[in-house]
């Protein structure tokens, strides 16, 4: 079933960070343990309208949470799960191909 075109779109990206250690050092690194928590962000893209001014084309929000450090064969590892909510008012009017986002 097909969501209603006002509901906000959201994009799951989950992925592990990698970092070379030491095989001798086999507990987790202060600094690693460090990056566990919660990350935000708000970002825009602009461009011109057929006046020549600057406008917000895209916008979209993104928390990261980075939890799990540990050491795996001599690699210091995080697991992310990165969750963006895009927001629809910039897909409305357009055809179905044109929503596509890449």
């Known amino acids: 079933m097909r969501k209603p075109a006002s509901v906000s779109m959201a994009l ?3 992925g592990v960070l990698v ?7 086999a507990q987790v690194p202060e600094k690693l343990k460090a990056l566990v ?3 935000s962000g708000e970002w825009a893209m602009y ?5 020549g001014k600057i406008v917000e084309k895209f916008s979209w929000t993104d928390v990261i949470e980075v939890s ?6 001599g690699k210091a590892c ?3 799960v990165d969750r963006m ?6 897909l409305q009017g357009k055809s179905r191909a044109s929503r596509a986002i890449t």
């Open 68 to 73: 799990n450090p540990v050491v795996k064969d």
């Open 19 to 25: 970092a070379a250690v030491s095989p001798v050092r």
């Open 85 to 90: 909510n895009f927001g629809v008012r910039y």
């Open 47 to 51: 461009g011109m309208d057929n006046e």
């Open 12 to 14: 799951l990206v989950t």
């Open 37 to 39: 928590g919660t990350y």
């Open 78 to 80: 995080v697991t992310t």
